[in-house]
């Protein structure tokens, strides 16, 4: 029972490889360096990697709705079920500007995901905890301070580790068909409390700096970035600000029976595992 990834070099995608490999299940890991590749922008290159699958865990293509051409391919080659990472807020109207809602990927993967003739669970994670020592915020990090427009917001960071575990259990059990799991950490932190648990754990000296929407635009601008791109990242920090991105969810108690794993141990161990060496 081969499960494929789609996504599995990414943060969540490599530890559900991981956790599937310590299970003793075989899989077939696609991305654009695969062989056979798999892009998403290439649909000529989507059945190579479905062949013979019949469970998928698909982390989507942010940039443009093609997850619903991608179920449709996949249950033509013989799929029967899908576990969708997606993200909190998705449900949520004025979660980001009308413009970033309309065409979402995850807004739109989930409505096909959730009337496709699949086996399907939904994953939503709030922010992940791994943004700060794998993800965007890594550099700022390293360079001791966050510039961000999240005022004095907070945010319910959730492990990775923890969306990885619910991922394989959705593939590898059939008690988690059907279910939306909203993913959280047990608490939110501010900016604030982020630099201190980081600067605690790494004793680095990192500090938050409050910006204004405009100026992180201006910033990236300034180092390069399109204005439009910038104007994408500093807005999807908007929910933190508006503190819409606060709230707990149970997704891994419910899926899991275990609490979720706390921002500081998370930060622990990546600094034990040398993310910010
Ligand atoms: N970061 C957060 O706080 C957060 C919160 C909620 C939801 N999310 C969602 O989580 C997802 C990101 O997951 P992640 O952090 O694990 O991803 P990631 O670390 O950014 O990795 C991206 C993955 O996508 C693959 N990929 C990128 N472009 C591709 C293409 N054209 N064709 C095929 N594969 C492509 C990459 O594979 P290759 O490079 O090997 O091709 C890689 O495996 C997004 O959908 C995001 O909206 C993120």
């Given at each position: 029972m081969t499960i494929l990834l789609i996504g599995a070099t990414g943060k969540v995608g490599r530890r559900v490889a991981a956790r599937l490999d310590d299970l003793g299940v075989p899989t077939r890991q696609a991305g654009r360096k695969s062989a056979p590749p798999f892009d998403?922008?290439?649909?000529?290159?989507w059945p190579a990697v479905l062949d013979g699958a019949r469970t998928a865990f698909v982390v989507p293509?942010?940039?443009?709705?093609?997850t619903r051409p991608f179920i449709d391919t996949a249950i033509g080659s013989g799929v029967e079920r899908i576990v969708l990472l997606s993200g909190r807020?998705?449900?949520?109207?004025?979660?980001?500007p009308a413009h970033l809602m309309e065409d979402n990927a995850h807004i739109d993967g989930e409505a096909a995901l959730r009337s496709a003739a699949v086996d399907w669970t939904i994953l939503r994670p709030g922010w992940f905890a791994q943004n700060f020592s794998e993800g965007f915020f890594r550099d700022a990090v390293l360079a001791g301070?966050?510039?961000?427009?999240?005022?004095d917001g907070a945010a319910s960071f959730v492990d990775v580790d923890d969306i990885a575990a619910v991922a394989v259990a959705a593939l590898t059990d059939?008690?988690?068909?059907?279910q939306t799991y909203e993913l959280s950490g047990p608490r939110a932190l501010t900016m604030t409390e982020v630099a201190a648990e980081i600067s605690a754990a790494t004793g680095r000296d990192v500090r938050y700096t409050r910006l204004e929407h405009d100026d992180l635009v201006r910033e990236l601008v300034d180092e390069g970035w399109p204005e439009a791109d910038a104007d994408v990242y500093a807005s999807l920090i908007g929910p933190i600000r508006r503190g819409i991105d606060a709230y707990l969810s149970d997704g891994v108690e419910r899926a899991l029976g275990r609490p979720a794993r706390d921002f500081r141990d998370v930060v622990r161990d990546a600094a034990a595992a040398g993310a910010w060496s």
């Open positions: 998403w922008t290439d649909d000529a290159t293509y942010d940039a443009a709705p093609v807020g998705v449900d949520v109207p004025d979660y980001l301070d966050l510039r961000l427009p999240a005022g059939d008690r988690h068909v059907g």
